[in-house]
């Protein structure tokens, strides 16, 4: 993504700097404090070395994850989600997809505590559900709490109308509802198989044939209803389930005795994570900022604030009126926005026949914009190379060697 964001020549805003708080459901377990040292003092007096641990632990699969940046630079791809994760971290990266998150870090000895304090909220807040995913998933969502995360000045939305012009494809706005392989003859003799590509828009309904056909949206019915019709052998329907989140935005004052607080003035967090508690209606909240971002139009905690609510189910008024003393503005937004981990779990396909590729299935193993950038350039390598018939450039192994004999 800041390899997109350069060659476009897009911005990130300066990052404002936001307080952290994580609720139990009757008291804030930690509060964050604008002073970098009281912070880790209390990180440490509540959780040990659990937190520095943590990071360590996370940055050496990022390490490991990293390779796959030198590996597409040489244009190398794969045929399979196990088959990419394989080439960069070996078993154990396969051994993460099957393995609950929960489960993993018992075992490297992280605290109880710190997992159902810390490490829980983080994973509500990011993919709305436990520490019951995998291992793998729960890396992915735990380096997204890194201080180094970025936006796009003017909305992330424009990386990919950027990218679209910059290809110069042609876009057709339309709804997919069918892919049907057809035999066409050559005009040099003999015959060809395409794939014809049915299509809904507002003009009517329509269809075109294509030599490759990559599907970049789930392949869930109730997402992406696509028919794969007269394929030898079928190709498989999938059953996997998307969790469903909630975003509700709410432009109004919170209410801070909601969480304890006497005194609304003491109160400084923009961002609210929560421990897994059943009386708790909400996974998090927090202050969305303006996608021009301006230093000026920062809000404070405990001002007028448009404020994003993740949660499980839709807010009713009874809860709105409990958790904000004032609004007058709410959007809600239902969004089948990741899948539903569980364990064990095989990812989908890559490669759905002979020239469909599928990129979504790498959501299975971690769900997030720089997953799916990755799974894009993988299927366009992949799709070359199989078009080429270039094998010496699919699944090698022991790449992280060679490469370093190469260079």
Request: glycine share 6%; charged share 20%; proline share 4%.
């Amino acid at each position: 993504m800041k390899h997109f964001v350069k060659e476009l020549g897009l911005s990130v805003p300066d990052n404002q700097d936001s307080l952290m708080g994580i609720y139990n459901g009757d008291e804030f377990v930690f509060e964050e404090s604008s002073w970098y040292i009281i912070n880790v003092l209390k990180l440490l007096w509540n959780y040990g070395f659990n937190s520095l641990r943590m990071n360590m632990w996370v940055e050496d699969i990022l390490d490991k994850f990293m390779r796959i940046y030198r590996y597409q630079a040489h244009d190398y791809s794969f045929s399979s989600i196990e088959g990419l994760l394989h080439a960069l971290g070996g078993n154990d990266f396969i051994q993460m997809l099957n393995r609950t998150l929960d489960e993993t870090m018992q075992k490297a000895g992280f605290s109880q505590k710190f997992i159902y304090e810390v490490v829980t909220p983080i994973m509500r807040v990011n993919y709305g559900q436990g520490v019951n995913i995998s291992s793998f998933a729960g890396a992915v969502s735990l380096a997204g709490t890194d201080s180094g995360l970025w936006s796009v000045k003017g909305g992330n939305k424009l990386v990919c109308t950027g990218l679209l012009y910059a290809s110069k494809a042609q876009l057709i706005s339309g709804t997919v509802i069918a892919v049907e392989e057809k035999t066409r003859p050559k005009h040099t003799g003999g015959t060809v198989k395409l794939y014809e590509v049915s299509y809904n828009s507002t003009s009517g309904s329509a269809s075109d044939l294509y030599d490759i056909v990559l599907v970049a949206t789930p392949l869930n019915r109730k997402m992406a209803n696509i028919t794969f019709r007269n394929f030898n052998p079928p190709i498989p329907e999938f059953s996997n389930n998307y969790h469903q989140t909630v975003a509700t935005f709410v432009h109004g004052r919170l209410n801070a005795s909601f969480f304890g607080y006497k005194e609304s003035s003491y109160f400084s967090l923009a961002d609210i994570f929560t421990t897994e508690n059943p009386k708790l209606f909400i996974n998090s909240l927090g202050i969305v900022s303006p996608v021009q971002n301006k230093p000026e139009e920062a809000k404070q905690p405990m001002g007028e604030a448009v404020w994003k609510v993740f949660s499980k189910e839709p807010v009713t008024k009874e809860q709105l009126n409990l958790l904000f003393s004032a609004y007058d503005s709410v959007k809600e937004k239902k969004w089948l926005a990741y899948p539903h981990y569980s364990i064990p779990k095989n990812c989908p396909p890559v490669i759905l026949h002979d020239r469909i590729y599928y990129l979504n299935g790498i959501e299975w193993a971690a769900s997030a914009m720089e997953m799916s950038a990755i799974a894009a350039k993988n299927a366009a390598l992949l799709s070359y190379h199989r078009w080429y018939r270039n094998a010496d450039m699919i699944d090698q192994e022991d790449l992280n060697e060679k490469l370093k004999t190469e260079l």
